[in-house]
């Protein structure tokens, strides 16, 4: 751990994490759908099994967080939910100024996955005398 508080190892740890995480999602989806299931249901399925395992490995690997606290599921999902309106919300402002699909997404996906990082950091795996 640096002296701010962030180290590269876990923040290594938290984009793989995080890859692992979307290609859970993007699998079950694909396959999901495969098997007949309709895009919506499919979707929904799929991105929770992907923030199931983000959390888990978020936890347990990246933040290092042995003892299982209910409220960190409620923590978890308050901050995805939050981070999900972020990200749209940021995608639809830049695709508004630039009408660039790619940039609107990039500028999205970095934002909401700085807020994930610090949101898990901070509030839900947090240690205690660990604060922003």
């Known amino acids: 751990m640096s002296r701010n508080g962030f180290s ?13 995480a979307v290609a859970v999602d993007f699998l079950s989806y694909h396959l999901l759908m495969y098997i007949g299931i309709p895009v919506t249901p499919s979707k929904a399925v799929s991105y929770v099994l992907g923030a199931a395992v983000g959390f888990i490995i978020n936890k347990l690997w990246t933040f290092e967080s042995r003892t299982f606290l209910p409220m960190e599921i409620v923590k978890y999902i308050i901050l995805y939910a939050f981070s999900a309106m972020v990200n749209a919300l940021i995608n ?3 695709l508004d100024w630039l009408d660039i699909s790619i940039i609107a997404f990039l500028a999205a996906t970095g934002t909401s996955t700085i807020i994930n990082y610090l949101g898990q950091k901070f509030f839900v795996f947090s240690k205690r005398g660990d604060s922003c």
């Open 8 to 20: 590269l190892k876990e923040i290594f740890r938290f984009l793989v994490g995080g890859g692992s």
């Open 92 to 94: 639809r402002t830049v």
